[in-house]
């Protein structure tokens, strides 16, 4: 493994992120989408749901849950983030929607996945 600038790292874990979320039934709407809020990492469509979907990269194995990875304050601005995309797009307002996390690790063997589905709830 060579080495990665925080930067290059994390593009390349989203990257993966995606990947592994197309491959399992998801259609990437947008990625990076930014706001005053801050930066949704991934918002994608599975099934008829939006996803908005916050990717977690670590060097080494994943370990933890999404629930650890994700504090309240960071799900309080996502839901913030999501609200914001919502009402900027409008077409996507009465779909209904969650929060996933991808887990992403990189190993002496490779990039690792794990994808928590309704990896928390807001009080919508």
Request: proline share 2%.
């Amino acid at each position: 493994m060579g080495f990665l600038t925080p930067k290059s790292f994390g593009e390349q874990a989203e990257d993966f992120a995606c990947k592994m979320m197309k491959k399992k039934g998801y259609h990437i709407l947008q990625r990076n989408a930014r706001s005053r809020y801050g930066e949704l990492d991934i918002i994608a469509l599975h099934g008829e749901v939006v996803v908005f979907c916050e990717v977690k990269a670590r060097q080494g194995a994943v370990s933890g849950s999404a629930g650890e990875a994700i504090d309240g304050r960071k799900q309080r601005q996502l839901g913030r983030l999501a609200e914001a995309w919502r009402l900027a797009n409008p077409a996507w307002m009465a779909a209904p929607c969650r929060f996933d996390a991808v887990l992403v690790a990189r190993e002496a063997q490779g990039w690792h996945a794990e994808i928590v589905q309704d990896a928390f709830q807001l009080g919508w």
